[in-house]
């Protein structure tokens, strides 16, 4: 066992001229020639994009499902059967839809001549549901009907030029005064594209507020959000390039600037806050941009590395939706890495030292700078010119974060108590969470789905909007057994709990398949409708065909929903334990200690449990989802919490790496583990606070999203920014650190040899250097 000393050299630590500092001193010279690069590079991503990129879709399959196994037999044994169902449902308020069968029937028609269109039914001439409730498709009253259109491929993915024939072929029904609205995929289809712009713009105008409030600088709080800016656009280029060649669901280029404006303004913000320190230190430009690069930027590197791990982490769930996402993510973090280490660089040799010349209070960097005891303040504000300006230095005037720090350390376990007892009262809800799928019944009333949702719930009861095929492949089944285990099926299928009615077997054309449709008491997002799929698909039909050597599957959209919420369940605490492991290495890595390590994983891993709770509280709960334009209380879609741990994980990681790299910046060189924590929290405490803040005004600002998994993870993101930079940061941290003290810093000698040498501030001894040991 060892225990890692601070490196002295004359007082300082000696510093390395690495790649880092080299390219951040050329982009800041040759700024010119950077600047230009960047904005050609984003012209052409922007015009190859809109010339050769792909579309966004939400048609995905999870091969080896049995709802996916149960559509193939469909597809091979009745393909009009099969496919992908959307319904068109038709209501009349004044009269039976009996008046209009001539109409009915020229758009049935219509609809099936429809490219990629499997079969439609007419509701008028189809056999109503008999024996049990009202399932459809004409209601009681003859009011309401639902044509049940099959498609070949997802709806959703057929592009928003196919509704023109959509609308082309009902024609004739709104002519003659029907209501026609496209329920399931179709009615995703006919949604309006979501728009961003709103959302960026509140994200960008209180970011301009936060800079201008705690640096003072206009030009200092405009730079990082046009770097982050242009970061965020040629990753989208780069993202609908990769659309072309594989399928991205339609969310993703909105996760990929939230994302991406999120850690593009951090990280420039860092570079930036580095850099203006280095200038009232006496640093000219140039030099001051090179020594910011090869600092904060290395640790923005480290960080980002962290983010993109714990994003390329989804894929360890086996789903490719999910992992895809993670990649979408991924991208922008890439651009906001390459921006942050080329392009802020280069935009601070451009504004040379006017960066600080127009101003709306005296501008500040890290700290208030002031003279050193005992020595005459030179001309920069109290700096001696040429002085070098290293951590070690320390401020000279202790504020309110230095002070603020001093009192966790005289009462830590105070101070640790409280920020627990915060983290588990968020986190309480957590235990409570409902994964599912969110149906339609909870998007805005403006859209087409929800109406047709309304609608159907209203004629045919909520579960009408999410029925179940039921198939029984008997094609084993020698022909004299068949007729046996129909009856033995059907009389299997009466009475199952949860489900309203299923309809009669019926046997494909070839007779080789029975089929039949249930449809469940609760809409198709309740938890009765998922318990009804697993227990016709694991118990029911098992049960049904048992002794004969049939297979059954339980099919269609909600099935599917069912079998991927089973699939995101099982697989989410590999997820969890694979992003924690992979992030507890780099930090073990970078730093050198492993309880600082264990210390930064458990931490989040609280404050990522904290934000899951207050999202279950606003939408499981309905706390607030009103306010939010939720309508009623919804599960919490079956990803987001795959999705929000990979993206809070990282995100927090780079809090983590900033403040720790502080204190072990200050720790090598005083050896005073109390100290260098009041020191790293006072100098990162202000570019922490704003940075956060901007992040959280970010990500909050697409909560005004139409879409209500874009505002889940709009608000959980949020709230888990806010809490890792409060609760975790200023009350957690400072007294475990404390706490801890030199034991930190500790790493048995045996793992030290192992690590590979990773330097978080360049200092040429952090992480790397051999340091002298206390066995």
Not at 256 to 276: E, K, N, P, Q, S
Not at 310 to 323: D, E, M, N, Y
Not at 393 to 412: D, I, N, S
Not at 698 to 716: E, P
Request: net charge negative; proline share 6%.
């Amino acid at each position: 066992m060892s225990h890692q000393q601070p490196a002295h050299g004359s007082g300082t630590l000696v510093r390395r001229a690495g790649v880092l500092h080299a390219t951040g001193s050329w982009c800041a010279r040759h700024f010119v020639v950077v600047i230009v690069l960047w904005i050609a590079a984003l012209v052409a991503l922007q015009a190859v994009q809109h010339a050769y990129g792909g579309d966004y879709s939400d048609n995905f399959a999870i091969p080896g499902t049995q709802s996916q196994d149960g559509l193939d037999v469909l597809e091979k044994h009745a393909p009009s059967a099969g496919g992908y169902s959307s319904q068109v449902v038709v209501h009349d308020a004044d009269k039976p839809l009996s008046g209009l069968s001539s109409q009915m029937s020229t758009v049935v028609g219509s609809l099936q001549k429809l490219p990629d269109v499997l079969s439609a039914q007419n509701p008028l001439t189809a056999p109503s549901s008999t024996g049990g409730p009202d399932v459809g498709p004409l209601s009681a009253d003859g009011k309401t009907a639902y044509i049940t259109v099959r498609f070949s491929e997802q709806p959703s993915s057929l592009g928003s030029g196919y509704l023109d024939g959509v609308d082309s072929a009902v024609r004739p029904l709104r002519s003659a005064g029907a209501e026609v609205e496209y329920g399931g995929s179709l009615g995703e289809l006919a949604r309006p594209k979501a728009n961003d712009r709103v959302s960026e713009a509140i994200g960008f105008g209180v970011a301009v507020l936060v800079l201008l409030i705690g640096f003072g600088s206009l030009l200092a709080a405009l730079l990082p959000l046009i770097t982050a800016l242009i970061c965020v656009v040629c990753g989208l280029g780069l993202l609908g390039l990769l659309a072309a060649a594989t399928t991205f669901a339609t969310v993703s280029p909105t996760l990929a600037t939230m994302i991406g404006l999120g850690v593009g303004i951090d990280y420039a913000l860092f570079l930036v806050t580095r850099h203006r320190q280095n200038l009232m230190d006496g640093r000219d430009p140039v030099a001051a941009a090179g020594a910011a690069t090869a600092t904060s930027g290395r640790a923005v590197l480290l960080s980002g590395c962290t983010v993109i791990i714990a994003l390329c982490g989804l894929w360890v769930s086996g789903i490719g939706f999910i992992g895809k996402l993670g990649v979408a993510a991924a991208v922008t973090v890439v651009t906001a890495v390459l921006g942050a280490l080329t392009l802020v660089p280069a935009m601070l040799g451009l504004t040379g030292r006017y960066i600080d010349r127009i101003h709306v209070r005296k501008p500040v960097a890290e700290v208030e700078p002031g003279p050193e005891p005992g020595a005459e303040p030179g001309p920069e504000r109290g700096a001696r010119p040429g002085r070098e300006p290293t951590a070690e230095r320390g401020p000279t005037t202790h504020g309110t974060w230095h002070r603020y720090a001093q009192r966790v350390e005289r009462r830590p376990w105070w101070f640790l108590a409280a920020g627990v007892v915060v983290l588990a009262v968020l986190a309480f809800p957590v235990f409570f969470i409902q994964l599912g799928h969110i149906g339609d019944g909870a998007d805005p009333k403006s859209f087409t789905d929800r109406r047709a949702y309304d609608l159907m719930s209203t004629a045919f009861g909520p579960g009408s909007n999410g029925p179940l095929t039921l198939v029984i492949d008997q094609s084993e089944v020698p022909q004299s057994d068949r007729s046996a285990l129909e009856s033995q099926a059907q009389q299997s299928l009466a009475k199952v709990p949860d489900a309203a009615f299923i309809t009669p077997l019926t046997a494909t054309q070839d007779g080789d398949v029975l089929t039949a449709t249930a449809y469940s008491v609760a809409a198709p997002q309740d938890e009765r409708t998922t318990s009804l799929v697993n227990h016709l698909s694991d118990d029911v039909l098992p049960a049904a065909v048992h002794g004969t050597a049939a297979d059954t599957y339980v099919t269609g959209t909600t099935a599917g929903q069912v079998d991927f919420l089973d699939i995101v369940s099982s697989r989410l605490p590999l997820i969890i334990a694979v992003v924690v492991g992979l992030a507890f290495l780099v930090i073990l890595a970078v730093f050198r200690g492993l309880l600082v390590a264990v210390k930064a994983a458990l931490l989040n891993v609280l404050s990522i449990a904290a934000s899951y709770g207050v999202v279950v509280a606003v939408f499981q709960w309905g706390w607030g989802g009103p306010a939010l334009g939720v309508s009623g209380d919804v599960p919490i879609e079956s990803y987001v919490p795959m999705m929000m741990f990979a993206i809070v994980f990282g995100l927090s990681m780079d809090y983590e790496i900033f403040l720790l790299t502080r204190i072990h910046e200050a720790w090598l060189a005083t050896n005073d583990p109390r100290a260098s924590v009041a020191h790293a929290l006072e100098i990162t405490a202000r570019v922490i606070t704003c940075a956060a803040l901007i992040m959280v005004s970010v990500f909050a600002a697409f909560i005004i999203s139409d879409n209500i998994v874009v505002k889940m993870l709009g608000l959980g993101l949020a709230v888990s920014v806010l809490i890792d930079a409060t609760v975790v940061r200023l009350l957690l941290v400072p007294a475990v650190m404390t706490l801890l003290g030199r034991a930190a810093w500790w790493t048995p000698r045996w793992l030290d040899r192992v690590l590979p040498h990773l330097d978080a501030e360049g200092s040429g001894t952090a992480g790397g250097a051999k340091a002298s040991r206390n066995t």
